[in-house]
């Protein structure tokens, strides 16, 4: 019986959700979210970009989250695709997102 238990505590590890520069609107959906979900999120704003992908590789291979969510633009087409053969082996779901911009009126006025 105590085996079953480990098992569901380290199952219950791998359910963090990691938000690597979340926007604002990325944070006001995180707000949103119910408490017991908000407890397992982590933000993480990166100083020194050039130490994203290093990080984030780590993260994975600890295997303690569940998702992570990223930008495109922080990483590199290659790291990209390296980050995702990675989180695939290690049942990890990585969300690349395309940068966003607000439409203000002088790029409304663009289109």
Do not use: G
């Not at 930008?71 to 395309?98: F, G, H, I, M």
């Amino acid at each position: 019986m105590s085996a079953v238990f480990k098992q569901e505590n380290n199952h219950a590890l791998h359910h963090w959700m990691l938000w690597v520069a979340p926007t604002s609107d990325q944070t006001k959906k995180i707000r949103k979210l119910p408490e017991f979900q908000k407890q397992k999120v982590l933000m993480l704003h990166p100083k020194k970009t050039n130490q994203v992908f290093s990080a984030l590789q780590l993260a994975i291979h600890s295997q303690l989250y569940q998702c992570i969510t990223i930008s495109k633009s922080l990483l590199s087409a290659q790291e990209q695709q390296s980050l995702k053969v990675l989180a695939v082996r290690n049942n990890t779901l990585l969300t690349l997102l395309n940068p966003q911009r607000n439409l203000n009126s002088a790029s409304q006025l663009s289109l």
